[in-house]
């Protein structure tokens, strides 16, 4: 366990290096003395543009520039906003709750309601409800999130409001420590709205997982032994029908990472997501670099999470 | 169940009657040779689901073709912005759908029915074609590292990994900003850039699997050159997965298109695109929610036929997996 642990988080850095290699690569290919020009102001004479080039150290090599980067990196810098001088640890500081609040309780929600439904269908394979799970699987599945979000907007927000029900608000964020109820109410649709779309793969996969499990020896035995169908499905068969599950969920954390800039996007929820689209119309290319490495290394970190998981969920697997 | 079957075959096939009233059942008929394409083909048009799937993608595609029809039944241009009562109310809002603008008119006075025509051309565009490329560079890379293995596979294998890690509608988006201007190509190429990764993953352990069988040391031994075996004998051996892969990338692709141009970053205005609509109509929608429910429908419909029928397609040419959906 411990060596596949250290391996693990090796090749981890190894792809986390790469990726910083290949963002800074690909972003500073852009023109430089473009964001010089930009930043030194209208105005500014050509010495005032150098200066400002000076200043961003983009004058020095590209690859003492990328050791540079690397080096503060390493020492939790990020560098500061090309804009307004702000540090981007401080953005994404104030950012990653949100999005954090965001994606847990999306998960939580999908992942209940996926699994639920899945092992359900399982249970009652060609019922009526097993039918309705899969038409409204295919439903979600194929639904874009904003339009989702929008439509939820439409029906909660406004027409709940129009109607004296102030329920839902349509945008905004409260943080958690200031007032755990106002921050539910605030995250609901867009929790739903996340949950919704992811859960309808989980459905049909935990739904084949579970078919594939009830059929084993080792359920029958377990079915013989006298142990209650309650017994033998939560205790016996879920676990390692759960697999699949897991490695779906280690994959879907860049997903989610993904939906949340749609799903910030559509609320008003000033997460990373949400940053780093208003970077991109600010051409705040720190900020950019920054939340880039900080949602890749998030996938990298959920995918040795993940590995881990199948040791503890299914007995048989040794690592 | 006999019924059903009997009404698959009706929606598929004319007039043809088939003996075996249970797919599962061994058919008792003449025995004769088929190809695996021309079975999986057999089995798709008995799939009611994915036939019906088929006929409203290509209502969606005649759609895209006709648009002009659209606006010349209706005499409304793509880009006119119409002033009179009918199109905006006095105070500049979007008008509700009548006898005059069908889908009602966005916030300028355009005709929603004409735009949402129009748009469905930019998401079948960018659609096949991203797929198109994303599987041409996926699958020529993965039968090269299955292929040759070595440096080679260690290097494209990381590289898969590191674009499977990064979150790509960020980096989509910051491309986009890096490029500075955006076209309908600039799209599909940032969709292919990450898509073949996916794709490349799967062929490489398909080739992988491949290059070890006897065929392929016989056309080694026969002097075939790599290039050879590699695309005339190994090539056919992946186009089945690649397909199956190529239904589900297809309706991914439609949203990411609609994606980028909701965040701003898709095919500039003033072509009309549904991700771009559904982002002006977000404004708009408590008041006008036809301005929403338009490109929102026309969106979901077009992914919703791409799905059901990829699913048929996956079904069709491996009817051991269990189906992501029907049944």
């Not at chain 2, 080694?220 to 589900?248: C, E, H, K, Q, W």
Request: hydrophobic residues 50%; aromatic residues 10%; without cysteine.
């Amino acid at each position: 366990m411990t060596r596949f642990l250290i391996r693990r988080v090796f090749q981890g850095l190894i792809v986390m290096f790469l990726v910083t290699l290949i963002v800074y690569l690909l972003f500073y290919l852009g023109d430089p003395h473009d964001i010089a020009r930009r930043l030194a102001g209208r105005q500014a004479t050509p010495d005032q543009v150098q200066a400002e080039y000076v200043k961003l150290g983009l004058n020095r090599p590209l690859f003492s520039q990328y050791g540079h980067f690397l080096w503060r990196l390493l020492h939790g810098d990020l560098g500061a906003n090309f804009v307004n001088g702000v540090k981007v640890t401080t953005v994404v500081k104030a950012a990653a709750p949100i999005t954090l609040s965001l994606g847990l309780g999306a998960s939580v929600i999908w992942l209940v309601l996926g699994v639920s439904t899945g092992i359900y269908s399982s249970i009652h394979p060609r019922s009526v409800a097993d039918r309705t799970f899969t038409a409204l699987a295919l439903f979600f599945y194929s639904i874009p999130v904003f339009v989702l979000g929008l439509s939820l907007l439409y029906l909660f927000f406004y027409q709940l409001t129009v109607h004296g029900h102030a329920w839902f608000p349509a945008s905004n964020y409260v943080g958690l420590t200031d007032d755990p109820f106002q921050w539910a109410r605030h995250l609901i649709l867009p929790w739903i709205t996340l949950a919704l779309i992811s859960a309808a793969a989980y459905t049909r996969l935990s739904r084949t997982s579970m078919l594939e499990v009830l059929g084993e020896d080792y359920i029958r035995t377990a079915r013989a032994k006298g142990l209650s169908e309650r017994r033998v499905i939560f205790r016996h068969a879920l676990r390692s029908a759960l697999t699949p599950v897991v490695t779906q969920f280690g994959i879907d954390v860049g997903v989610v990472l993904g939906g949340a800039i749609l799903t910030e996007s559509v609320f008003g929820l000033p997460g990373l997501g949400y940053e780093a689209v208003h970077a991109i119309n600010d051409q705040n290319l720190p900020l950019i670099i920054g939340i880039v490495i900080i949602a890749a290394g998030a996938v990298i970190l959920a995918n040795i999470v993940v590995d881990m998981m199948y040791a503890v969920l299914d007995p048989r697997v040794r690592l | 169940m006999t019924q059903g079957i009997n009404d698959a075959i009706g929606a598929g096939d004319s007039g043809q009657i088939l003996e075996v009233l249970d797919p599962g059942m061994p058919n008792t008929k003449v025995i004769e040779g088929r190809s695996p394409f021309a079975l999986a083909f057999d089995r798709l048009r008995r799939d009611r689901g994915a036939m019906i799937s088929l006929y409203v993608i290509i209502a969606i595609i005649v759609v895209a073709i006709a648009a002009p029809i659209f606006a010349a039944v209706t005499g409304h241009g793509v880009d006119t912005q119409y002033r009179g009562l009918d199109a905006l109310s006095p105070a500049g809002a979007p008008h509700a759908p009548s006898s005059t603008f069908w889908f009602g008119t966005d916030d300028q006075g355009r005709d929603l029915l004409v735009r949402t025509a129009y748009g469905a051309r930019a998401s079948l565009e960018v659609g096949i074609s991203a797929t198109a490329l994303t599987m041409i560079i996926g699958v020529t890379i993965g039968l090269f590292a299955g292929y040759y293995g070595g440096w080679i596979d260690i290097l494209l294998a990381r590289l898969i990994d590191v674009i499977l890690s990064v979150p790509y509608l960020l980096l989509a988006i910051a491309l986009v900003e890096v490029l500075g201007h955006i076209s309908l190509w600039i799209v599909i190429a940032i969709i292919a850039a990450f898509g073949w990764a996916g794709v490349a993953r799967i062929i490489r352990g398909q080739v992988i699997s491949i290059r070890e069988r006897e065929f392929v040391e016989a056309a080694r031994s026969l002097g075939s050159s790599d290039m050879r075996i590699i695309f005339v004998d190994i090539l056919p051996n992946v186009i089945a997965p690649a397909i199956v892969f190529s239904t589900l990338l297809l309706p991914a692709s439609v949203l990411t298109e609609a994606a980028l141009s909701f965040l701003g970053v898709g095919i500039p205005p003033p072509t009309p695109d549904w991700g771009q609509m559904i982002s002006d109509a977000q404004q708009y929608y408590q008041q006008a929610w036809w301005y929403l429910a338009a490109p929102g429908v026309a969106l979901l419909l077009t992914t919703l036929a791409f799905n059901i029928f990829g699913d048929g397609v996956r079904d069709a040419f491996d009817p051991r997996t269990d189906r992501l959906f029907a049944k």
